[in-house]
C-alpha cells in the first residue's frame, strides 16, 4: 500500500513538469485581411522551401485572425512563401521564430508578390 501511495505521488509530480515541457507548439497568425491557402517555410535566404503548412488545418486554409499550427520547424529564422486563392503568392522575408510561440504576418509585411 505505501509503495502504491509513493508511486501515485511520484507520478503526480512528474506529471506537470511533462505537460509544460509539451508547449502549445509553434503558431502562425494570419493578419493579412485574405485567406492564406499555402504557406511555406524555408531557412531565411535559402529558397529551400518546406511542406504547405495549411495541410495542417481543418480546412486547408488559414482564415484571417485564425492561428495554424506549425510543424517539422524548429526555432530559427525563416523567409514565408504566402499563397492565395487567387494564385497570388507574396514573400516574408526573416521571420523569428521562437518555440512554443506566435509569430504573426499582416498585409505591411508582404513583399515580392506575384500573380
Given at each position: 500500500?505505501?509503495?502504491?501511495?509513493?508511486?501515485?505521488?511520484?507520478?503526480?509530480?512528474?506529471?506537470?513538469?511533462?505537460?509544460?515541457?509539451?508547449?502549445?507548439?509553434?503558431?502562425?497568425?494570419?493578419?493579412?485581411?485574405?485567406?492564406?491557402?499555402?504557406?511555406?517555410?524555408?531557412?531565411?535566404?535559402?529558397?529551400?522551401?518546406?511542406?504547405?503548412?495549411?495541410?495542417?488545418?481543418?480546412?486547408?486554409?488559414?482564415?484571417?485572425?485564425?492561428?495554424?499550427?506549425?510543424?517539422?520547424?524548429?526555432?530559427?529564422?525563416?523567409?514565408?512563401?504566402?499563397g492565395y486563392r487567387d494564385s497570388r503568392q507574396c514573400v516574408v522575408r526573416d521571420i523569428e521564430i521562437r518555440a512554443d510561440a506566435v509569430f504573426s504576418i499582416a498585409d505591411k509585411d508582404?513583399?515580392?508578390?506575384?500573380?
Amino acid at each position: 500500500m505505501l509503495r502504491t501511495l509513493i508511486a501515485i505521488c511520484l507520478f503526480s509530480l512528474a506529471l506537470p513538469g511533462s505537460a509544460l515541457a509539451q508547449g502549445k507548439g509553434i503558431r502562425f497568425w494570419n493578419l493579412t485581411t485574405s485567406t492564406i491557402s499555402s504557406f511555406q517555410l524555408s531557412p531565411a535566404g535559402k529558397n529551400d522551401w518546406g511542406p504547405n503548412q495549411t495541410l495542417n488545418d481543418k480546412d486547408k486554409e488559414v482564415d484571417h485572425d485564425e492561428r495554424l499550427r506549425i510543424t517539422g520547424v524548429e526555432p530559427g529564422r525563416y523567409d514565408a512563401k504566402v499563397g492565395y486563392r487567387d494564385s497570388r503568392q507574396c514573400v516574408v522575408r526573416d521571420i523569428e521564430i521562437r518555440a512554443d510561440a506566435v509569430f504573426s504576418i499582416a498585409d505591411k509585411d508582404l513583399k515580392d508578390c506575384n500573380k
